[in-house]
């Protein structure tokens, strides 16, 4: 069965700090790998979406990288700021000429930056 | 634009009752999902549809119904509300027209609709 498993669950930082969330995937065929923010009581946004080509992908102040070898996906995050405070979801799509329309999704990790 | 829009956004029903939850987009895309969030879980797919006319199951499709009638609008319906349907639901479309894993497509989310049923 396709995963996506991401850590940590939970993190608390600082303003200002710098912070990367994991996120390893067993999903096969893969065709690309989204990362989203969700905001507490909003619907998740989409912030990158890479390809098995692109090794990195940037968004203002978040920065992905994807190693399609390892099946290992990391999303950077700079200078962060109470704003950033969100849950971080990554979803891995499948090949979309193989099957149908599922997307795996990660249960998310929750981040809090404190002032 | 408005975007992805649900409503309602908070429901509390009792087991056995029925309900639809409302989702429309003035995207003009033509996919469009339900999905259910449930605390230390990933989104699952409920149901979705690849145009107007067109629906399938997802992952979870059990109690839930949909239809898709115009290309703007795709209410899901609870058929008979249990406690285990208790969850936040999410809407979401996408321009892609056959599969919402193409590239470049992000899903556009709806708010959710908090949902208890007791």
């Known amino acids: 069965k396709n995963q996506v498993e991401q850590s940590p669950q939970s993190l608390i930082i600082l303003e200002g700090k710098n912070c990367t969330l994991q996120c390893n995937y067993t999903v096969s065929p893969f065709s690309n790998l989204r990362w989203y923010k969700q905001d507490t009581g909003r619907g998740p946004v989409s912030l990158t979406i890479?390809?098995?080509?692109?090794n990195t992908k940037s968004n203002g102040r978040y920065t992905a990288t994807l190693d399609a070898d390892t099946k290992q996906s990391s999303l950077h995050i700079t200078a962060s700021q109470l704003s950033d405070s969100a849950s971080y979801i990554c979803v891995v799509s499948e090949d979309p000429n193989n099957a149908g329309n599922m997307l795996t999704f990660g249960g998310g990790t929750r981040l809090m930056v404190k002032p | 634009n408005a975007g992805v829009t649900q409503t309602p956004k908070f429901q509390v029903l009792k087991t056995g009752q029925s309900m639809t939850l409302q989702c429309a987009q003035d995207?003009?895309?033509?996919?469009m999902s339900w999905y259910r969030q449930d605390p230390g879980m990933g989104l699952r797919l409920i149901h979705y549809?690849?145009?107007?006319?067109?629906?399938d199951q997802g992952e979870v499709p059990n109690g839930y119904n949909v239809s898709r009638s115009t290309t703007e609008d795709f209410p899901l319906r609870l058929l008979s509300a249990a406690p285990s349907q208790t969850s936040v639901y999410f809407c979401?479309?996408?321009?892609?027209?056959?599969?919402?894993?193409?590239?470049?497509?992000?899903?556009?989310f709806g708010n959710g609709t908090r949902l208890t049923v007791t």
């Open positions: 549809s690849v145009g107007a006319g067109i629906t």
């Open positions: 979401a479309s996408t321009r892609d027209g056959v599969t919402a894993a193409s590239y470049n497509s992000p899903l556009h």
């Open positions: 995207m003009n895309h033509e996919y």
């Open positions: 890479m390809t098995f080509s692109e």
